[in-house]
C-alpha cells in the first residue's frame, strides 16, 4: 500500500499562508499523477490542483484557488508542497493528497489517499 503523510495545516487569519507538504515513497511519487482534494464540512471533495510529477509536468488549478495556491514539488524528498496564500474563510476544509496508480490503489478512482491535515481559516 501508498502511504502518504500529510502536514502542514493549521488555523490563520484571513489573508494569511500555509504551506502544505505531501511525503510518499518513490513508487508513489515518480512519474505519477498526484493532486490536493480538500473537503469542507457538510460538502463534496474538491479537487484543489493536480500536476503529473514526470518532466513535462504542469499543475492544473482549481479556478477557486488560481492565483492564491502554488503546488511545487521536491524530487529528491518525494514531497508535493501547496503554498497557500491569501486564505479565505472558504478555503477551510481538510486537505488531502493523491497519487493515482492503477496497479495499487483502488477503483474506481485508483488513487491512494493520505489521512489529511485540517485548514481552518478565520475572518
Known amino acids: 500500500e501508498v502511504q502518504l503523510a500529510e502536514s502542514g495545516g493549521g488555523s490563520v487569519q484571513a489573508g494569511g499562508s500555509l504551506n502544505l507538504s505531501c511525503t510518499t515513497s518513490?513508487?508513489?511519487?515518480?512519474?505519477?499523477?498526484m493532486a490536493w482534494f480538500r473537503q469542507a464540512a457538510g460538502k463534496e471533495r474538491e479537487e484543489v490542483v493536480n500536476i503529473y510529477t514526470g518532466s513535462s509536468g504542469r499543475p492544473n488549478y482549481a479556478g477557486s484557488v488560481k492565483g492564491r495556491f502554488t503546488i511545487s514539488l521536491d524530487n529528491a524528498k518525494k514531497t508535493v508542497y501547496l503554498q497557500m496564500n491569501s486564505l479565505k474563510p472558504e478555503d477551510s476544509a481538510m486537505y488531502y493528497c493523491?497519487?493515482?496508480?492503477?496497479?495499487?490503489?483502488?477503483?474506481?478512482?485508483?488513487?491512494?489517499w493520505g489521512q489529511g491535515t485540517q485548514v481552518t481559516v478565520s475572518s
Open positions: 518513490e513508487y508513489g511519487y515518480n512519474n505519477r499523477f
Open positions: 493523491t497519487t493515482m496508480i492503477i496497479e495499487t490503489c483502488p477503483p474506481p478512482s485508483y488513487r491512494c
